[in-house]
T-cell receptor, first 117, second 110 residues
Framework: VHLEQSGAEVKKPGASVKVSCKAS????????LSWVRQAPGQGLEWMGW????????NYAQKLQGRVTMTTETSTTTAYMELRSLGSDDTAVYYC???????????WGQGTLITVSS | QSALTQPASVSGSPGQSITISCTGV?????????VSWYQQHPGKAPKLMIY???YRPSGVSDRFSGSKSGNTASLTISRLQAEDEADYYC??????????FGGGTKLTVL
């Protein structure tokens, strides 16, 4: 099982970012995918989960309206888009297999998103 | 502020045992059996160590064990080793289709 994430990005306040997570080594549609972020020196924050079977999503309440999670079954890739970025969105963003009651048993390497003017 | 409360830090000497607690404010830990523990070394992605309160994924040392009593889950590491020094996070499914993480505990091996 391997989750390969896209590279680091620097964004200006107010911009949007889209992070990708390419899954391999297992049946993509058998597991959901979650996104978790970690601000510098801080703990883990759950952002949301997407079903790879029907694209059902559940988002953290604080991110509702700013985050969209999608999947592309043909390429076994998941995406997380975050809009209206602010400085407090500066963090390492992780995708992880699992969620919705299932443990996060495999994680991507993380993608550093820096929001700075 | 996290709704799952963990001690900020714990420490122990090699060979000793330590326990990290995780207490749920809203009853999430007590109600659901979906409690997981993750280990994170500096600059690395988290690693699943315990799931469903007591189960260890394949490849995780049996020195790691999990338990739950009421609204508090615990991670115990026995026969402490230097490589166990890391941050540890508990996590609980809340039942309204969301997940909570604890604030994290820094384990120092003296």
């Amino acid at each position: 099982v391997h989750l390969e994430q896209s590279g680091a990005e620097v964004k200006k306040p107010g911009a949007s970012v889209k992070v990708s997570c390419k899954a391999s080594g297992y049946m993509f549609r058998n597991y959901g995918l979650s996104w978790v972020r970690q601000a510098p020196g801080q703990g883990l924050e759950w952002m949301g989960w997407i079903s790879t079977q029907n694209d059902k999503t559940n988002y953290a309440q604080k991110l509702q309206g700013r985050v969209t999670m999608t999947t592309e079954t043909s390429t076994t890739t998941a995406y997380m888009e975050l809009r209206s970025l602010g400085s407090d969105d500066t963090a390492v963003y992780y995708c992880a297999r699992g969620g919705y009651g299932d443990p996060l048993d495999h994680w991507g390497q993380g993608t550093l998103i820096t929001v700075s003017s | 502020q996290s709704a799952l409360t963990q001690p900020a830090s714990v420490s122990g000497s090699p060979g000793q045992s330590i326990t990290i607690s995780c207490t749920g404010v809203s009853g999430a830990v007590g109600t659901y059996g979906y409690v997981s523990w993750y280990q994170q070394h500096p600059g690395k992605a988290p690693k699943l160590m315990i799931y469903d309160v007591t189960y260890r994924p394949s490849g995780v040392s049996d020195r790691f064990s999990g338990s739950k009593s009421g609204n508090t889950a615990s991670l115990t590491i026995s026969r402490l080793q230097a490589e166990d020094e890391a941050d540890y996070y508990c996590s609980s499914y809340t039942g309204d289709s969301t997940v909570l993480f604890g604030g994290g505990t820094k384990l120092t091996v003296l």
